[in-house]
């Protein structure tokens, strides 16, 4: 049984100027775990973990001759900077592998030294999963939490040529509860809410009506040849503040359609708490 979306991982190549970005310019506390994650795997690891919500994990690869190192670089030789992996717990991640592949997931076999098993992301509708044990980070930061406050991850949006289809493997691979299938007009995207029992939650989303913006840039970003994950959605209770803080500190933001900052290859989406909690 999945217990909680605990955090979602971006790749990235300068882990000293992403660390320092996010406690700075986001507020948010960070655990530098490199000391240990470097010698065990080969790769910078940085978890920002703010108040609420799923945690950020930020990655970088410094030893590309181990199984993650090399992962992480293929995946920014492909790519470039950006979401990278959405992470699952469950309490013993072998058996519940074995149960994720009688249900139809393609479950890859376990890499050396890893804590936990991976999902192809031709089963997941362009995203990695990785399911770790319960409770698989709890280290906390002496960070002074800094302006703007902004919270942990609410939602992860992952764009999709149609929403209900690709929710079968979330609501049937991985058992989480669902909302059903929904058209939001504002947006103009057909949505599908996947609740893990604890952390964020993954909001699936297909293009309804591109003429509204928020579609039009799924539909965009599906055109580019890729379903996958889009966006994070953080919370804060002043956006505007937060939008005028990080535009202050050289963060790019738009707010053509809500507030959007765009670092490291990933678009954080930022919304008041309580938005961002009527859509979870």
Do not use: K, W
């Amino acid at each position: 049984m999945i217990t909680g979306m605990p955090r979602i991982a971006i790749a990235v190549t300068d882990f000293a100027s992403t660390v320092d970005t996010f406690r700075r310019c986001f507020g948010m506390p960070v655990v530098d775990a490199s000391a240990s994650t470097v010698a065990s795997l080969g790769v910078h690891v940085g978890m920002c973990v703010p108040e609420g919500g799923s945690n950020i994990e930020l990655m970088s690869p410094v030893e590309a001759s181990s199984p993650l190192g090399r992962s992480l670089q293929g995946f920014l030789d492909r790519r470039g900077e950006g979401l990278f992996a959405l992470m699952l717990e469950a309490a013993d991640p072998d058996a519940e592998a074995v149960e994720l592949a009688a249900r139809g997931l393609d479950v890859l076999p376990l890499m050396p030294g890893a804590a936990g098993r991976d999902i192809h992301p031709r089963s997941t509708h362009g995203v990695l999963v990785r399911v770790y044990p319960t409770n698989s980070f709890t280290e906390r930061s002496d960070d002074p939490i800094g302006q703007p406050e902004i919270a942990g991850i609410a939602r992860v949006i992952i764009a999709v040529h149609d929403a209900e289809e690709a929710a079968r493997p979330y609501t049937e691979g991985f058992a989480l509860d669902s909302t059903p299938p929904e058209v939001d007009t504002d947006r103009g995207v057909v949505s599908v809410v996947c609740r893990p029992p604890t952390g964020g939650v993954i909001e699936l989303v297909s293009p309804h009506d591109a003429s509204r913006p928020f579609a039009g840039r799924i539909q965009q970003f599906l055109d580019e040849g890729q379903e996958g994950m889009f966006a994070l959605v953080l919370q804060t209770e002043n956006p505007e503040a937060a939008a005028g803080a990080l535009a202050a500190a050289g963060v790019s933001v738009d707010r053509a359609d809500g507030v959007e900052a765009s670092v490291f290859g990933t678009r954080l989406m930022i919304e008041t708490t309580s938005m961002a909690a009527n859509r979870s």
